[in-house]
């Protein structure tokens, strides 16, 4: 498992480093071939803010705590991302009756296009949408989105050539997702 730590107005000392790997490789006994960890820590006036990410075959783990402990949000980050893997460990022995369920959570994940194409009850699609996408900034796609009342805008970018989402995130800031194609 390779840790990559990042920090923003917070200096990584080796001991919260160190922390971080230990509190966090308590995840493999859950999922195997986890090849990266992506940890961001950061403090924000009072609070000390910890998301953590861990990119699985066609299945990604996020975890997001802040408290005004660092450590003590790190803790959290790593109970929450457990209960997040025994959740969904536990949806899959529902499923399976138990049949080796360390297995079956990683075939789970390594599903790959073909299969989730077949239409599966549990992720039913209760409506399709089609719609023409504007050409437009991300500023517009934000004015958009706020008087249609939703939490996330799909728009064209005409600067980036290409399909961008616009979302509220928890903190009321905006994100912007540009997609990456392999």
């Known amino acids: ?4 730590i990042r920090g923003r107005n917070i200096e990584i000392t080796d001991a919260l480093r160190e922390y971080t790997t230990k509190r966090l490789s308590k995840l493999e006994k859950y999922i195997e071939d986890v090849k990266e960890v992506q940890v961001a820590l950061s ?3 009072d609070k000390h803010k910890v998301e953590v990410t861990i990119p699985l075959n066609g299945m990604i783990l996020r975890g997001e705590e802040a408290t005004d402990d660092m450590y003590s949000a790190i803790d959290l980050v790593e109970e929450k991302l457990e209960k997040q893997i025994e959740k969904h460990k536990t949806k899959l022995y529902k499923q399976h009756r138990g049949v080796g ?4 959570f990683q075939e789970q994940i390594r599903l790959d296009l073909d299969q ?3 239409k599966i009850e549990r992720f039913k ?3 399709s949408k089609r719609f023409a996408l504007k050409p437009m900034d991300t500023e517009e796609a934000i004015m958009q989105m706020n008087m249609l009342g939703h939490s996330f805008f799909v728009f064209w970018n005409p600067e980036s ?4 989402v616009v979302y509220r995130r928890k903190d009321s ?9 392999d």
């Not at 498992?1 to 990559?4: D, G, L, V």
């Open 101 to 104: 369920l360390k297995k079956t």
């Open 1 to 4: 498992m390779k840790f990559e």
């Open 43 to 45: 403090v924000e006036g």
């Open 161 to 164: 050539e290409q399909v961008n």
């Open 116 to 118: 989730s194409d077949q």
């Open 125 to 127: 699609v209760v409506r």
């Open 173 to 181: 800031n905006y994100g912007l997702i540009e997609p990456e194609f």
